[in-house]
Structures are given as C-alpha cells and as structure tokens.
C-alpha cells in the first residue's frame, strides 16, 4: 500500500568547482493567492527551504540554476491547502449507505450498527480512501474523530498529510467500557501528539453532550488539562439535540457544556447550527471555536448555522466536511462554495459570506481553529503546505479576480499538486504516498464484506 518515494537533496558544483548547496526549490512565474490581505494575489516567485516558505515575491532570491528544483509555475494557482476542521475518514466505507435520513435515525439504524462491526483493518482502509480523496481535492490538513486511531494517525503518516486527530469517545455503555475508552484516548494523545515532525497533533473528545454523560464529560476535561490538549465535540447540531438536552439536564448545550468545564480547555466544536444570541456571546467569551460543516448539515436536515452572527461576535468559524457518509464526498472547494452561498441564500444579504471569508474560513481560519499558527498562508516563515491548480481552464477565464474563480468556479478536479511540509505528496493530479488502485479495490471489498455479514 506504501509507495516508495525517495527524496533527496542534489549537491552540485559551479563552473569553478565550487560546492553549491541545492537545498532549496523555487516555484517561478506563478500566480499565488497568498490569505495576505495585504497582498491577496502575487504575481512571481515562492521559495521553500525544507518544510518553511523562505521567500513570496516578484522577485528571485538566487539564480535559478542554483535550486535543487525548479517548478515552472506559469498557469499554475498556487493557494495555501485547505484546512478540514471536523470528520470521520473510515465513514468513506459507509459512502451512500444510509442516505435521506435526519441524523438521530441516521446513527442508530444505518451507522452506529454498521461501524460495530469495523475492525481496525476497515478503519486502515477507509481513512486511506479519505486521505486519497482528501488529499487530490487539495486538503492538507485535516480534523479526523473516530475509533482505533492508530491506524487513522498510522495511514495519515503513510499519506504524508498534517494531521488534527482524537479518539471519540461515546459514553453511553457501562463504567468499565468508559474507563477503557477513555483510557485509549489518553493513550492515543501520549503516543501521537507531535509525531511525524509534528504534523500530527491530537485532541480529546466525547462525541457529543448527547452521548456523553456528564461526570464522563468532566472527566475528559480533567484528562486534557492534564494533557495540556484542546477538546473537540459535536454540539447543538439539530434542534431535537438541544430540546433533549434541556429536557434531561435543563440546561442548552453551551450553558450545559460550560458548567461540565469544557470550555476551560481550548475547543473546537463541530456543528453549533442551534444558538441563541446568549450562546454565541459564551463561545466568543470562551474563545470557541467552530466548525462549520454546510454540506452535512443540509444533507441532514439540521439546519443552517448562524455563521455571520457567530463571526460578528468574533467567533472564528472555519469549514469541515463531516463524514463521507453525511456529504457525500470531503471536498472543500465545494463547502467553502456552500458557505460562500448559503448564508446569503438565508439571510438576503450578499455579503454575508463574501468569497474572500469563505476562502479564509477553508485555509488560514481553519489552521488556527486547530492552534496551527504558522499554516494556511503563503509567506515566508509559514510551513510549506500549498496546493496548486490548473488554471488553463475555461472556468478560470477571463483573468478578472482569481479568489472569486477559486471560489465561485473552480473543481477539485483542477487541483494538480500537494505540498506538505515541504514534500509533494501529489504531481500532476497523482498521488505520490498512496496507491490508488489498491485502496479502491479494497474499500470495496470490505464494504461487501461488512454488507454480507
Ligand atoms: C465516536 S467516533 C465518531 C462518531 O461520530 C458519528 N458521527 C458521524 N457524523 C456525525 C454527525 O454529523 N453528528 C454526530 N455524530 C456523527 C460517527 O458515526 C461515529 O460513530
Ligand atoms: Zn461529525
């Protein structure tokens, strides 16, 4: 399943035999939309050295000979990665599989029975077809909960993809069934977070206040304060969710969550469609960040979540694609298209997404909602995680305002080359990390087989 891909630093000699370190490569005669608002699109040059951009520009750093790889950016776009904030790789498996439903009937009678039965052969195997549909569409990082973790963090190094990820964990089960998730999820954060140079980092998560109960919650809290690690749930996804939880504990989910002292750790969460104007004021006092899945929400039936309201209070909102099983795929382009469209769809107002913002929240906004401080941006110092995109295409014309194209026209289909860290993981639309035709073949075979039993 792992391809071998052998990188390596030339050496060389100038015409007076001098030794010249080709260490660097420059990407020339390019067009980068940077997430600078300063300078948002910049015509020339970006140099990297190792995994860091050393220079953006119009200018050349060094003569061009003397880089030990040139890449010719000319019709090229080249942009930072995007960001996924929130899924469930493995549930590419489950693709189609339960489709049309709302979510309560959509976990108990299509996902939760079938996702007892994944081993953590299947968890390999799903990730890996989500890291392969991630990674051509141009996401370079990405937020992944579920089970058996190891093999989602093992596959994401495979990939060479940065990494978010967290042992989810349900409490609904008996005190030692708790002890033992929990316990695995304390493991999973010792034994990974800052792995692989440091693309992978982790988190702590109960599923959900829904799944969770409260002592457990609290908990998981003590668990990531004693781990210094943020938290990450899903929350007030739909409106039964929140109506169940005043009914059990009379409380809403925010005012819920923080009494059980969530939010005294830094969070993410996934969802947050059901707010009152109270609510959001708590998530900006604490600092909470969200994750704005459009895409699983609309297939759902959750609703549309108050994403300008949430940014006006000063909430930094950034976009995930939730599982394959709720999308139906893990293409960003499509959610920042969607967040870009359906806020002004519901409020009437045409810029209450503007491109830009939709852009922001699939790149930069969505580095920083998982504390990636030096990722999503084109500028020297930040990692080297861009993409670049064919634009020799008619969507791409004319040449008016490139962010618009990215956003309002373009496919991920028009994503040619993966940078991570400094390391092509995809060229010219193929992947380097991963072999395709394999990971297909046996996605399929263990849907028949998990379908069959
Ligand atoms: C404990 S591992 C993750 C768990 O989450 C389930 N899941 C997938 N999508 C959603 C969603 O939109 N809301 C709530 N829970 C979701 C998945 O089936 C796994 O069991
Ligand atoms: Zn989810």
Redesign the pocket.
Known sequence: MLKEVHWRMESQSDSKGRGIEMSKTIIYNGTFITMNAESPVVHGNMEIEGNRITYIGDKLPQPLEQYAEKVDGKGKLFMPGFVNTHG?AA?SLLRGYGDDMA?QVW?QEK??PM?GKFSSHDVRIGTMLSLLEMVKGGTTTFVD???HMDQVAEASVISGIRACLTR???GLCPRDVQDAKLAEAIQFAKNWHGQADGRITAMMSP??PYTCPPDYIERIVQAAHDLDLPMHT?MS?TAREVQDNVDQYGLRPVAHLEKLGVFTRPTLVA?AVHLTDEEIEVMAKYDVRVSHNPG?NLK?ASGVARVPDLQKAGVLVSLGT??AA?NNNLDMLEEIRLAALIHKGVSGDPVAVAAWDALKMGTLDGAKSIWLHDVGALQAGMKADFIAMDMDQPHFYPRTNMISHVVYSASSRDVTDVCVDGRFIVRNGECLTLDEEKIKFEAQQCFERLTAE
């Open positions: 469930h549930m979510l976990l996902m939760w996702e909960m579920y089970d989810g964990v349900i599923h959900g899903h996804e969802h699983s759902l939730d599982g709720s």
